[in-house]
């Protein structure tokens, strides 16, 4: 996250068991949230950001998530993509 935004800062949320992202031109804007066999990388403002590559998942009003599975998963240039996307917007 921070390779591709070098302005976020991290912070870690105990109780949320994640790692926060965010940066001054948006505030909060992503989340690493590991779990027993993935890894959540959510969006908090998901639901309204362009997803061609389609790696978004989740069905609520607001809160997006790209997960991680296996190293397949990780694709990389869409990521930083949505990563971009999600403070520009």
Known sequence: VRETIPTATETAYPVWRG???RAPECGYFCGIFPQRDHVKLGFEHG???SDPDGLLEGSGKQVRYVIVRTGKDVRKRA???????AVIR
């Open 19 to 21: 790692i926060g992202y």
């Open 47 to 49: 639901a309204s950001l």
């Open 79 to 85: 990521i930083k993509k949505l990563l971009v996307t």
